[in-house]
C-alpha cells in the first residue's frame, strides 16, 4: 500500500492511515513516523516503525544520528 495522507487539519477531516499496512488513527499520533518520498508525506502506525526502523536510519545522514 502506498497511499500519501495528509494529517486531518480539523475535525472531520479524514483519518490518517498507515501507508504499509493501512492502519488508521483519528489524529496522528505522537508515536506515528512521518516521511517525506518524492514529495508527499507518509505515515506509519507505531508497530510498521518499530518493524522497519533499521531501513529507516539507513535513509539519514550520519548528522541526523
Same mark, same amino acid.
Given at each position: 500500500?502506498? %497511499?500519501? $495522507?495528509? @494529517? @486531518?487539519?480539523?475535525?472531520? *477531516?479524514?483519518?490518517?492511515?498507515? +501507508? #504499509?499496512?493501512?492502519? $488508521?488513527? !483519528?489524529? /496522528? @499520533?505522537? $508515536? =506515528? $513516523?512521518?516521511?517525506? %518520498?518524492?514529495?508527499? #508525506?507518509?505515515?506509519?502506525? !507505531? !508497530?510498521? *516503525?518499530?518493524?522497519? /526502523?533499521?531501513?529507516? %536510519?539507513? #535513509?539519514? !545522514? +550520519?548528522? =541526523? =544520528?
Amino acid at each position: 500500500m502506498n %497511499e500519501r $495522507t495528509p @494529517p @486531518p487539519a480539523q475535525p472531520g *477531516a479524514p483519518n490518517v492511515v498507515c +501507508s #504499509r499496512c493501512g492502519a $488508521t488513527a !483519528d489524529s /496522528l @499520533p505522537v $508515536t =506515528w $513516523t512521518c516521511s517525506v %518520498e518524492n514529495g508527499g #508525506r507518509l505515515y506509519f502506525c !507505531d !508497530d510498521c *516503525a518499530r518493524a522497519h /526502523l533499521r531501513a529507516i %536510519e539507513s #535513509r539519514l !545522514d +550520519s548528522s =541526523w =544520528w
